[in-house]
């Protein structure tokens, strides 16, 4: 049994942070290139983040370099997406996506919208 499961969305003013994690079950995601990926209202699904099995390579969309962290504990199997600075464009559905033996794997996503 493989799942992917994301929680931590919600609503959010401008400014302010969110968190969201990232569980997966089934195997093991030290093993796994993980990702990050929003998608607005309306538009495609884009990349936001990714990080190496161990976290010593992390990548960022331009728009989120300074304010978004990437982060995995893998005792916990649980990947992390600090957001701070928060905009009323990050408001879309955040979906966690695990890299495993060459194939992929999704969450259902979670619901993340910045507005006053």
């Known amino acids: 049994q493989i799942q992917v499961m994301e929680s931590g969305g919600g609503l959010a003013q401008p400014g302010e942070p969110l968190s969201l994690s990232c569980r997966a079950f089934g195997f093991p995601s030290r093993a796994s290139l993980m990702h990050w990926y929003r998608q607005p209202p309306g538009k495609e699904r884009e990349l936001v983040a990714s990080?190496?099995?161990?976290?010593?390579?992390?990548y960022y969309e331009e728009s989120v370099k300074g304010r978004f962290t990437i982060s995995r504990d893998n005792n916990q199997n649980t990947m992390y997406l600090q957001m701070n600075s928060l905009r009323p464009e990050d408001t879309a559905v955040y979906y966690c996506?695990?890299?495993?033996?060459?194939?992929?794997?999704w969450g259902q996503g979670t619901q993340v919208t910045v507005s006053s």
């Open positions: 996506n695990i890299d495993h033996s060459g194939l992929l794997y």
């Open positions: 990080i190496t099995a161990t976290g010593s390579i992390t």
